[in-house]
């Protein structure tokens, strides 16, 4: 559980600190592209990502200047690795999304994670409760039937000596 826990679990968005920056363009209408969870999804065709490859940034559906993204928007984001991992979207020198809103989408998956995780952990014990319960039930079970058969035989065995045989 602890592995599957780590393997789904985000630590955190990409650092400001350590970040470049790069021109990028809004390829989507963020304003129409809503995710469940209340996320904005902003598709950016940023430079130095291999060919064809878009970067993704969730914006929460509150964030000041979230209307003001556009497709075919010009814009700089500050990125992390290859392909970019988006820690900030700024016009000019001006932050428009910072990296508080864009790292809300990773706490929100994390949430997600744990509720998943909770989940399937609630379902393993209820299978395993349920599957303690009938080998409890099939023990009992053989216990008594096994008791009443050693019980017939003690009986048996004893009204065949007791009709006509003396103990001797």
Do not use: K
């Not at 990773?106 to 509720?115: E, G, K």
């Not at 995780?117 to 303690?132: H, K, M």
């Not at 008594?144 to 007791?162: D, I, N």
Request: charge should be neutral; include cysteine.
């Amino acid at each position: 559980m602890p592995v599957i826990f780590l393997c789904f679990w985000h630590f955190g968005g990409p650092d400001v600190e350590g970040a470049d920056a790069r021109p990028a363009v809004i390829v989507n209408d963020p304003a129409t592209d809503l995710q469940d969870g209340g996320f904005h999804r902003v598709s950016l065709a940023v430079e130095g990502n291999p060919e064809g490859q878009l970067s993704l940034a969730f914006v929460p559906e509150g964030a000041s200047n979230r209307d003001v993204l556009h497709p075919g928007d010009r814009l700089m984001v500050l990125c992390e690795g290859t392909p970019c991992e988006v820690a900030e979207i700024q016009r000019g020198n001006r932050a428009l999304i910072g990296n508080g809103p864009l790292s809300e989408f990773y706490r929100y998956q994390n949430r997600l994670t744990v509720l998943g995780l909770l989940v399937w952990g609630l379902l393993a014990l209820a299978f395993l409760s349920v599957a303690w319960r009938d080998h409890h039930e099939l023990l009992q079970q053989e216990s008594e039937s096994g008791g009443s058969r050693s019980s017939r035989r003690r009986r048996s065995s004893r009204t065949s000596r007791g009709r006509g045989a003396t103990r001797g």
